[in-house]
Structure formats: structure tokens, C-alpha cells
T-cell receptor, first 113, second 116 residues
């Protein structure tokens, strides 16, 4: 199993640009999570999906953030427009056993200049 | 609401020494507890978990943790540190509300350094 795959691994962009982060969960997993990790706030849950449906997006910081899961094997997290305070590492995780064990991707390190 | 506190953002031990990483949780109902490890430039990996049953839980790489309800603690230990254990460790808690499962709440992490 290839595990959770995220792309890109690194993204550098300028303030105001649109950023799209991508995630491929482990095949057969029906839960998908997006987290953000910063030094100041630690690891925060942004949103999670169950069977491609968003269940809890209360962690999404503001309307500039949006996430989609068009099918069971793909999800995106979009920031438009991006701001320097969005700089962080963004993780995707998936789970197949009622959210008990989550498997994390390697993360996308986003730098907004 | 549940929360997790990890005591000490940085812990340094010598190779071969005992590793003790502290985690205390707050929850009004019986929690599920987890330890994850993050190596540099990688995602989090599950080390071990406690759900029900035996309170001493063994995980990968020689780590273990003990759930102590009276102390609301779930400290992570390893008898003898190895250089490869240098990483950041996260404690996490999850509670179930009736038939609905809550989200994982992570602590701020403890960075473990191992000196030769």
C-alpha cells in the first residue's frame, strides 16, 4: 500500500495567489481529514469527510479556505487568496475504521510570501 | 470539552537512558488515547493506542504507555533510548458521544533529542 499521498510536498507562492493542495487517501478508507500544523497552534483539524461528504468544517479558518472530495480517491484543499499567515504544513490523513487510527501523508509545506 | 497537555516541549536524553514523555488529558467521559510520532519532514505515525481493556499498552519500537484514570495521564516510556528515537511525539485524545465519535485532539508535541 502506498499510503496517503500528498502533493506538492513544497509550495511557495505570493500573497494573493490561489493555492491548491491535493491528497489521495489509502484505498478503501472512508474518512479523510485535513490538518494544519504551525509552531504557534500545533496540529489543528480543519475539516473531515466521510464517504466523500464533508462532516465537520468548523476548523476551517475562514471563507478563503475550501475543501472538496469529488470521489473516494481524491481531495483538494484550496486557499484563495492566500496570505502570509497561511504558511504552515498541511497534512491529509485517512482512516478506514470509524476514525480510530488515522494514517497521515507526508504533508505539504506552504510558504506564502 | 476534552483537551491534552504535554509537559515539556523539548526532552533530551542520552542514548541508552529511559525515555519518559508526559501526557495528561481532560475528558468527562472515558477517552481513547493515542501516541503518534513524527520524524523530520514526515507525517505522523501511530505508535500505540488505548481504547479499553489492559491499561498498559505496548506499541512499536519498544515504546509503551500506561493509562492511569486516577491521574488522567497517559505517559509514554521506553526503557532504553536509541538515536533513531529522535523525533517529535504527539499525544492525542478522542471521546465518543453516544453513537457519534468525536475528533482527535492533539497535544502540542514533545520534541525528543537523543545524545550519543
Amino acid at each position: 500500500d502506498a499510503g496517503v499521498i500528498q502533493s506538492p510536498r513544497h509550495e511557495v507562492t505570493e500573497m494573493g495567489q490561489e493555492v491548491t493542495l491535493r491528497c489521495k487517501p489509502i484505498s478503501g478508507h472512508d474518512y479523510l481529514f485535513w490538518y494544519r500544523q504551525t509552531m504557534m497552534r500545533g496540529l489543528e483539524l480543519l475539516i473531515y469527510f466521510n464517504n466523500n461528504v464533508p462532516i465537520d468544517d468548523s476548523g476551517m479558518p475562514e471563507d478563503r479556505f475550501s475543501a472538496k472530495m469529488p470521489n473516494a480517491s481524491f481531495s483538494t484543499l484550496k486557499i484563495q487568496p492566500s496570505e502570509p499567515r497561511d504558511s504552515a504544513v498541511y497534512f491529509c490523513a485517512s482512516s478506514g475504521d470509524r476514525k480510530n487510527i488515522q494514517y497521515f501523508g507526508a504533508g505539504t509545506r506552504l510558504s506564502v510570501l | 470539552a476534552q483537551s491534552v497537555t504535554q509537559l515539556g516541549s523539548h526532552v533530551s536524553v542520552s542514548e541508552g537512558a529511559l525515555v519518559l514523555l508526559r501526557c495528561n488529558y481532560s475528558s468527562s467521559v472515558p477517552p481513547y488515547l493515542f501516541w503518534y510520532v513524527q520524524y523530520p519532514n514526515q507525517g505522523l505515525q501511530l505508535l500505540l493506542k488505548y481504547t479499553t481493556g489492559a491499561t498498559l499498552v505496548k506499541g512499536i519500537n519498544g515504546f509503551e504507555a500506561e493509562f492511569k484514570k486516577s491521574e488522567t495521564s497517559f505517559h509514554l516510556t521506553k526503557p532504553s533510548a536509541h538515536m533513531s528515537d529522535a523525533a517529535e511525539y504527539f499525544c492525542a485524545v478522542r471521546v465518543n458521544y453516544g453513537g457519534s465519535q468525536g475528533n482527535l485532539i492533539f497535544g502540542k508535541g514533545t520534541k525528543l533529542s537523543v545524545k550519543p
